[in-house]
Every structure is written in structure tokens, then in C-alpha cells.
């Protein structure tokens, strides 16, 4: 069992849908994570989430809503979505060190038509 | 602002050396970071340097210099397996909060 899982791996959804992603971690980590990886763009950070509380929010679209109802699970919940926001989303989570790296899930490939 | 470079693309040859380089600017330093990315997965994380120096794990080598703002990721004895997209991270900021990625470099290794 991966220590990252997200679901789905692949979404293709309309511009008037709403649709959530998921990520759950398995390795007692208490912070998680949402990138954003679009072609030839750096991840982008979208949210940040210490000890089930949000610290980082880098003005992100109000069409994408974070939820993380404990320390294992996070999601990422969309609506009215434009065709610019498909992209992979990658989840991660970590220990709240600072040496402690980033382990991300595989992510979910999002198109949006 | 955050600033993050490193080159677009490599190629090596088998059983060759080759440094992947990486400059950054950011509003604090907490730890640098390189990844690996192959094609339709997860980045995995390879080595992790603070300090001054370098960090030797196996075929792969991570160099720092704080002052310089500058690293690199030394890869020894190359494999067509290696071919993936290598990510330069800064942690900027105390623990608890995210990095900061390059856009990455991708690496073709070829026979």
C-alpha cells in the first residue's frame, strides 16, 4: 500500500459540474498538501494544511475549496472550473520538521471540458 | 518574490557523469531539496541539504552553498532508468510550511 493514495486518478468533468479529489495518508504524518503541476510550469503551491488547520492559502481561485477533517485525509472540492485549471493536483504530506520532506501521492489527472 | 532556476533539459549517455545545477533567491532558507519525477508519477524525494557541503547517497550526490544560493545534483554512472524530470526545492521558511519548486530539469539518458 502506497503511503500517499489519491483518488481519482484521471477526472474529466464540465465547467458547471462540481467534483471533489481525495488523498489519504498512511504514514503519520500531520501535515498535508495540494501542487497544482501544469506542462512547463513549476508545482504550485496551493494549500497547506499544519495540524488540521490551514496556514497557507496562495490566492488560489474560490472555485477550488480545501477541506482536511483530520490528520489523515484531505480534500480538494471544485466547481465552476475553467479549461485552464486542468492539470495534475498532487497531494503530499510530511512531518512538521523542517528536515522532513514531502511525500506525494500519484495525483489526478483533471480535464476540463 | 521567490525565484527558483535550473536548465530545461540534459542529455548524457550511459554510464556518464552529469550535474544538474540549481541558483535560487528566496525570502529564507530552511533546507534545500531535489526530487525525481518520472513520466506519470509521483515525485520522490532524494536528498535534503541545510548546510554547506555535500551529501553523498550511492550514485547521487547533493551539493549546497548558502552563500551562493546554489546547488547541484551530481548523478555517477548513469542508467536509462535515471531518464526523469529532477525538481530543485527550497523550504524558505520553519518547519510546518511548504517548498517552493523549480520548474525542473529533465534528464535523457541515452546507450
Known amino acids: 500500500e502506497t503511503g500517499v493514495t489519491q483518488t481519482p486518478r484521471h477526472l474529466v468533468m464540465g465547467m458547471t459540474n462540481k467534483k471533489s479529489l481525495k488523498c489519504e495518508q498512511h504514514?503519520?504524518?500531520?501535515?498535508m498538501y495540494w501542487y497544482k503541476q501544469s506542462a512547463k510550469k513549476p508545482l504550485e503551491l496551493m494549500f497547506v494544511y499544519s495540524l488540521e488547520e490551514r496556514v497557507e492559502n496562495n490566492s488560489v481561485p474560490s472555485r477550488f475549496s480545501p477541506e482536511c477533517p483530520n490528520s489523515s485525509h484531505l480534500f480538494l472540492h471544485l466547481h465552476t472550473l475553467q479549461p485552464e485549471d486542468s492539470a495534475l493536483y498532487l497531494c503530499?504530506?510530511?512531518?512538521?520538521?523542517?528536515?522532513?520532506?514531502?511525500?506525494f501521492g500519484n495525483g489526478t489527472r483533471l480535464t476540463v471540458t | 518574490g521567490q525565484n527558483i532556476d535550473q536548465p530545461t533539459e540534459m542529455t548524457a549517455t550511459e554510464g556518464a557523469i552529469v550535474q544538474i545545477n540549481c541558483t535560487y533567491q528566496t525570502s529564507g532558507f530552511n533546507g534545500l531539496f531535489w526530487y525525481q519525477q518520472h513520466a506519470g508519477e509521483a515525485p520522490t524525494f532524494l536528498s535534503y541539504?541545510?548546510?554547506?557541503g555535500l551529501e553523498e547517497k550511492g550514485r547521487f550526490s547533493s551539493f549546497l552553498s548558502r552563500s551562493k544560493g546554489y546547488s547541484y545534483l551530481l548523478l555517477k554512472e548513469l542508467q536509462m532508468k535515471d531518464s526523469a524530470s529532477y525538481l530543485c526545492a527550497v523550504k524558505p521558511h520553519q518547519a510546518g510550511t511548504a517548498l517552493i519548486f523549480g520548474k525542473g530539469t529533465t534528464l535523457s539518458v541515452s546507450s
Open positions: 504514514l503519520g504524518h500531520n501535515a
Open positions: 503530499a504530506s510530511s512531518h512538521v520538521r523542517r528536515e522532513s520532506p514531502l511525500h
Open positions: 541539504n541545510v548546510l554547506d
